[in-house]
C-alpha cells in the first residue's frame, strides 16, 4: 500500500501481510467498475420509473445525472494519486477533513453493501430462473430465498478466493451482459424504423437529451433515480491497493467507467422509450425490473430470454463486486484502529480480506432474510435509502478532495477547475439531492409500501436509524479504542499535483 507520509498519524501502519499487489491490471480493474453499477439491473429497476416522471426525455436525465458522477470520479483520480487506500473515501477524508467525518464516510459505504447485496442476488436468482423457464420456482419465496443465499456465499467465497478469480469471472459476466444489451437495442431500433413494434412506438430524436424538457420539479426525481444508476463504478478504486499503477489506473477505471455507463445507457434507453413509448413504460413504471422480462418478450419474441440473461449475469456480477467495496473499507478502517482489529486480517493464501468479507456478506444475508419477512415492499424501501448514503459519500469525497489540495487550487487553471470547482459542484449537486430525497421520502405515501414508519416514509427511517447506529458504533469504539481519533490531517506533497495531467 503506498501513502504520502505527511497524513499517517499513530496506528496507520499495517499489521502482517498486505493485500496481494499488482493482482490485476486497468481493464480489470475498470470491468469490475462497471459491473459493480450493475447496468442492466439499473436500467430495468429505474427506467420505467424515470420514464413515468419525464416521458421521452429520459435520456436527457441519464445524461444530467452522468455529471455529478464524472466529477466525483475526478475526485476519486485526484484523491487516489495521493493516498492508494482501498478505504477510499474513508481514508481520504479522515486525512482532509478529521476522522469523525471520515469514520462517517467509511460507515455509509459499508451499510450501501449491505443494504444493497440481497437484493441483488436475488434479482439475479429471479431472472435466471425465468431465462431456464422454471417461473414456478421464482414465484416460490421458499426456494427463491434459499437461491439468494447460495448465491451470496457463492460470490463471497469467489472474493476471498482471490481478486485475480474475481476479475476473471467478471470479465465473462460484462461480455456477456454488454451483448444482450446491444442486442436487444439493436432489435428494438430496427423494429422502430421497419414499423413493426408491437407496442406504441416514437421515432427517436435529439431533443430527448433535453434534461429539462418535462421541468424542473420532474428533473429533481428523475436525477436522484439517475444517481442510483451510476453508483458502484468506484469499486475499481476500492482495488487500488491489488491494481497494477496503483497511483493513477484506478482512478482512470472510475472516470472511464461513468463514461462507457454514459454511452450504454444512452444507447438502451433511446431503443427502449422508441419502442415501448411512453405511456407504456409510464403505466407499468410501478413494475420496476419486472417491466423488462414484459419489454423482452415484446422486442425479442422467442429469444427473450437473452434479455433475461443480460439482467441475470448483471445482478450476479454486482452480487460480487458490491461486497468489495465494504469488505476493503472495514479492513482499511479496521487496520487504523477505527473498527475491531479481526476486521484487518488478511488469508494468508489467498492474501485477501477474509474476515471483513465474510462478515459483510453475513450481515448482508440476515439484513435480506429479515426485511424479506416483513413484506417484499420493505426491501424496496431498503433499497430507496440507498439514495442518502450515495449522495452523503460522494459528496464527501467531491469536498474532501478540494479541502486536501485547498494550498494548490490556484497554482494553476487546471488545478482549479479539476481538483477544486469541478469536485465541488459535484457535492453540490448530491447535497441538493440529498436534501430532496429527505423531503421526498419523509412523505410516507412516496414509498414503496405506502405505510408509515413513525409518521415518516419507510426509506427515510431507515436511513436515519443507519446513521443513528452508526453514530453510536463511532462514539463507543472512540472510547473503547481511541489511538484512530488520535491522526493528524495530511499534507498533500506538491509533487503530485503536477504529475500526470491528463
Known amino acids: 500500500m503506498a501513502h504520502d507520509s505527511a497524513g499517517d498519524g499513530p496506528g496507520t501502519e499495517i499489521q502482517g501481510e498486505g493485500l496481494k499487489a499488482n493482482a490485476i491490471g486497468f481493464l480489470d480493474a475498470l470491468v469490475i467498475g462497471l459491473n459493480s453499477t450493475s447496468p442492466a439491473y439499473s436500467l430495468a429497476a429505474v427506467l420505467g420509473p424515470i420514464v413515468a416522471l419525464v416521458g421521452i426525455y429520459a435520456p436527457g436525465v441519464m445524461l444530467a445525472s452522468f455529471v455529478p458522477m464524472l466529477l466525483i470520479a475526478a475526485a476519486f483520480y485526484y484523491l487516489n494519486k495521493v493516498d492508494q487506500d482501498c478505504g477510499t473515501t474513508f481514508s481520504w477524508v479522515t486525512r482532509a477533513m478529521g476522522p469523525w467525518a471520515g469514520w462517517l464516510g467509511g460507515w455509509a459505504i459499508a451499510m450501501t453493501g449491505v443494504l444493497v447485496i440481497g437484493s441483488l442476488a436475488d434479482v439475479a436468482v429471479n431472472f435466471g430462473l425465468l431465462a431456464a423457464g422454471l417461473d414456478s420456482w421464482a414465484a416460490n419465496a421458499v426456494i427463491r430465498q434459499g437461491l439468494t443465499v447460495a448465491v451470496i456465499l457463492v460470490m463471497t467465497a469467489i472474493c476471498v478466493i482471490g481478486t485475480e478469480l474475481s476479475a476473471h469471472l467478471q470479465d465473462i459476466l460484462i461480455l456477456a451482459q454488454v451483448f444482450f444489451l446491444l442486442a436487444f437495442a439493436v432489435v428494438a431500433i430496427s423494429r422502430i424504423y421497419a414499423d413493426t413494434s408491437t407496442l406504441e412506438a416514437i421515432e427517436p430524436s435529439l431533443t430527448w437529451l433535453n434534461p429539462f424538457g418535462a421541468g424542473g420539479a420532474a428533473l429533481t426525481g428523475g436525477l436522484l433515480l439517475g444517481v442510483f444508476m451510476y453508483w458502484g463504478w468506484e469499486s475499481a478504486v476500492n482495488l487500488t491497493e491489488e491494481v497494477e499503477n496503483s497511483a493513477t489506473a484506478p482512478g482512470r477505471a472510475g472516470i472511464w467507467s461513468t463514461v462507457i455507463l454514459l454511452v450504454t445507457y444512452l444507447s438502451v434507453c433511446f431503443a427502449v422509450v422508441g419502442y415501448a413509448g411512453t405511456t407504456f413504460l409510464a403505466e407499468n413504471a410501478a413494475e420496476e425490473e419486472a417491466i423488462f422480462a414484459v419489454l423482452a418478450h415484446e422486442v425479442m419474441g422467442g429469444w427473450d430470454w437473452v434479455v433475461l440473461l443480460a439482467v441475470c449475469t448483471s445482478a450476479l456480477a454486482s452480487t460480487q463486486t458490491t461486497i468489495i467495496p465494504a469488505s476493503r473499507t472495514a479492513l482499511s478502517m479496521a487496520r487504523r484502529h477505527a473498527l475491531p482489529p479481526q476486521l484487518a486480517h488478511i488469508h494468508q493464501r489467498f492474501r485477501t480480506p477474509d474476515v471483513s468479507t465474510w462478515w459483510v456478506a453475513g450481515i448482508a444475508i440476515g439484513w435480506?432474510?429479515?426485511?424479506?419477512?416483513?413484506?417484499?415492499?420493505?426491501?424496496?424501501?431498503?433499497?430507496?435509502?440507498?439514495?442518502?448514503?450515495?449522495?452523503?459519500?460522494?459528496?464527501?469525497?467531491?469536498?474532501?478532495?478540494?479541502?486536501?489540495?485547498?494550498?494548490?487550487?490556484?497554482?494553476?487553471?487546471?488545478?482549479?477547475?479539476?481538483?477544486?470547482?469541478?469536485?465541488?459542484?459535484?457535492?453540490?449537486?448530491?447535497?441538493?439531492?440529498?436534501?430532496?430525497?429527505?423531503?421526498?421520502?419523509?412523505?410516507?405515501?412516496?414509498?414503496?409500501?405506502?405505510?408509515?414508519?413513525?409518521?415518516?416514509?419507510?426509506?427515510?427511517?431507515?436511513?436515519?436509524?443507519?446513521?443513528?447506529v452508526g453514530v453510536l458504533v463511532m462514539c463507543f469504539w472512540r472510547v473503547r479504542d481511541g489511538r484512530f481519533w488520535q491522526e493528524r490531517r495530511g499534507v498533500v506533497d506538491p509533487a503530485l499535483v503536477h504529475a500526470d495531467k491528463r
Open 368 to 468: 435480506y432474510l429479515v426485511v424479506n419477512q416483513i413484506s417484499e415492499n420493505a426491501l424496496l424501501d431498503s433499497l430507496t435509502a440507498l439514495s442518502l448514503l450515495i449522495a452523503f459519500y460522494y459528496a464527501l469525497t467531491g469536498l474532501a478532495c478540494a479541502v486536501y489540495y485547498r494550498r494548490h487550487l490556484f497554482e494553476s487553471a487546471h488545478n482549479l477547475l479539476l481538483i477544486g470547482v469541478g469536485p465541488v459542484v459535484g457535492a453540490g449537486l448530491l447535497i441538493w439531492l440529498l436534501v430532496e430525497s429527505i423531503g421526498d421520502m419523509s412523505d410516507p405515501e412516496n414509498s414503496a409500501s405506502g405505510v408509515s414508519w413513525f409518521g415518516l416514509g419507510p426509506p427515510l427511517v431507515i436511513g436515519i436509524a443507519i446513521a443513528v
